[in-house]
């Protein structure tokens, strides 16, 4: 899995986790608002970006590759993850709470849908629309990707294969909150577009919920996009929750 490393490594390192369909360019917007020198980890998930090279398997393969980066800092980690990056975030505080120090959850789906089988075949006969172009800036647009990340998003999406389409969203609409959730003892931060649907804010409460000394915040304005739509809003949130 590519990780691109920068800032100081003598702090405490910053790990950001993209979404679904994305890449780790998806932060650039972010990075240029976060403070100077700050310690980031940003990979490129296993079937996005530089990393296409190897399908994605699962959540749990996921988690135990970015456990491996985790493990390779000299302390733990910020963890803050967007839509499928935050799942798999929410998973790795349950998991590894020696690895994180903290965890700020953006836009996770935590209630499984009821009847995933129709949508996934949908998908499965569908996924060769991701590599035209017309249909990727339709997608890009809908989640508030900007003109000038606008290439990389084709690009991207263009070499996301079928298996990794599949694989990725089928573990994403069946994400429900994991045993050791409850029990993380650091900060947690938990956010939500105050526009987005139902669905994603009934997940957003439900995490906070589980971790009752977490902070909810919905985002007004925002739909499901919120590092996207607001950066500069969202680094400055991200740099008073870092403290």
């Not at 910053?14 to 240029?32: D, F, K, Q, S």
Request: aromatic share 6%.
């Amino acid at each position: 899995m590519h990780v691109s490393t920068s800032g100081d490594a003598r702090s405490t390192p910053l790990l950001l986790l993209h979404g679904g369909g994305v890449a780790g360019w998806m932060w650039e917007p972010t990075r240029r608002h976060l403070a100077d020198g700050r310690r980031l980890l940003i990979p490129d998930l296993p079937g996005h970006g530089r990393s296409s090279d190897q399908d994605y398997v699962s959540h749990d393969e996921t988690v135990a590759q970015l456990v491996t980066v985790l493990e390779r800092e000299e302390r733990p980690a910020a963890v803050a993850g967007f839509s499928l990056g935050a799942q798999l975030a929410v998973l790795l505080a349950a998991r590894r709470p020696d690895l994180v120090d903290r965890v700020a959850v953006v836009s996770a789906q935590a209630v499984p849908l009821r009847a995933p089988g129709p949508m996934l075949a949908l998908l499965r006969a569908t996924a060769g629309l991701a590599k035209m172009e017309w249909f990727a800036k339709l997608q890009a647009s809908a989640l508030f990707v900007p003109e000038d990340l606008l290439p990389l998003y084709v690009q991207t999406s263009a070499g996301i294969s079928r298996e990794t389409l599949l694989h990725a969203v089928g573990d994403n609409i069946a994400f429900r909150v994991p045993d050791g959730w409850s029990g993380f003892p650091g900060p947690a931060l938990i956010l939500a577009g105050a526009r987005e649907k139902p669905l994603m804010k009934k997940s957003a409460a439900l995490l906070h919920s589980e971790v009752p000394h977490s902070i909810l915040e919905l985002v007004e304005g925002c739909g499901h996009g919120i590092p996207l739509q607001q950066p500069a809003w969202f680094a400055r949130r991200i740099e008073t929750w870092l403290g």
